[in-house]
């Protein structure tokens, strides 16, 4: 290849920067008007774990080439949500009790550096800290040790944050920032994604039968504690087929049923394929 060929795909590269620099100032121009439209109409949040999760499952069917996935989801990670935080800003609280690294290391590729990042020492002082800042965003470890207590009881009051997305949103075993969380918010109701429901499920004691009780009414068992009243679970149920909660009502010694939450379904990007029925891998 001559230095000719050398300069001409060099001038290509700059032609591709630019647009790809004029089209982010594009999508300012329209998140602008976006800000204005919600203003006239009351506000509204600026959260859509729906659409979300639905763009960065098209962002991956559609990735091919050289440039690694860890890269392109990045990148639009940072622009999704630093846009979001352009039209209402916010912080990322986080509950690094089981370690700060891999918290930061989610929050920063989920979040960007733009984005705030404020740490706490429990599940319960993210929620407290989302409570008292509507417009702000929780992450919660998944599978953390019963020692952390139920910290999901937090959500169980009709006016309390709720669990909103599962991150992250592509799954694969190398993922840079593979730590499964859940993002806790007010609840966006217009904007939920409902494909995987989270329920509090208040039980008088553990018996050996609840795993295979709560399987068969498409749900899962994801945490367990101690609560004053006997013993509390965090319960994942697929949401598509009739109303999850009345298929725990049903269980032995449930004296309390709340939910807490929702999120997309799982998307494995090895195997381009989601499943709110593929409950057993949400531990």
């Known amino acids: 290849m001559n230095e000719t060929d050398l300069s001409a795909l060099r001038q290509e590269i700059d032609r591709i920067d630019l647009e790809l620099h004029r089209g982010l100032m594009q999508r300012g121009e329209i998140i602008d008007r976006l800000i204005a439209v919600k203003a006239r109409q009351g506000g509204g949040s600026a959260f859509r774990p729906r659409r979300e999760a639905q763009m960065m499952r098209a962002l991956v069917e559609r990735h091919r080439g050289l440039l690694p996935l860890d890269t392109v989801e990045g990148i639009w990670r940072i622009i999704i949500s630093t846009f979001t935080f352009v039209q209402a800003n916010y912080s990322v609280h986080v509950d690094v009790s089981g370690g700060d690294p891999p918290m930061r290391d989610s929050a920063r590729f989920h979040f960007g550096f733009t984005v705030p990042y404020a740490p706490h020492n429990s599940a319960a002082g993210v929620i407290?800290?989302?409570?008292?800042?509507?417009?702000?965003?929780?992450?919660?470890?998944?599978?953390?040790?019963?020692a952390e207590g139920a910290w999901w009881?937090?959500?169980?009051?009709?006016?309390?944050?709720?669990?909103?997305?599962?991150?992250?949103?592509?799954?694969?075993?190398?993922?840079?920032?593979?730590?499964?969380?859940?993002?806790?918010?007010?609840?966006?109701?217009?904007?939920?994604?409902?494909?995987?429901?989270?329920?509090?499920?208040?039980?008088?004691?553990?018996?050996?039968?609840?795993?295979?009780?709560?399987?068969?009414?498409?749900?899962?068992?994801?945490?367990?504690?101690?609560?004053?009243?006997?013993?509390?679970?965090?319960?994942?149920?697929?949401?598509?087929?009739?109303?999850?909660?009345?298929?725990?009502?049903?269980?032995?010694?449930?004296?309390?049923?709340?939910?807490?939450?929702?999120?997309?379904?799982?998307?494995?990007?090895?195997?381009?394929?989601?499943?709110?029925?593929?409950?057993s891998r949400s531990a």
């Open 128 to 146: 407290a800290a989302v409570k008292r800042a509507p417009g702000d965003l929780g992450l919660v470890r998944i599978g953390g040790s019963a």
């Open 153 to 279: 009881t937090g959500l169980a009051e009709p006016a309390a944050p709720k669990v909103i997305a599962r991150l992250p949103f592509v799954e694969r075993p190398d993922h840079p920032a593979g730590l499964p969380v859940f993002v806790v918010s007010k609840a966006v109701e217009d904007a939920a994604a409902r494909d995987v429901r989270l329920y509090a499920v208040q039980i008088e004691r553990w018996h050996e039968a609840l795993p295979a009780l709560i399987a068969e009414a498409e749900g899962e068992i994801i945490g367990n504690a101690p609560h004053p009243t006997g013993l509390s679970l965090l319960v994942a149920v697929a949401g598509a087929a009739g109303e999850p909660g009345e298929r725990l009502r049903a269980l032995p010694g449930a004296s309390r049923i709340a939910e807490v939450g929702s999120h997309a379904a799982r998307f494995d990007a090895a195997s381009r394929d989601s499943s709110a029925d593929a409950l």
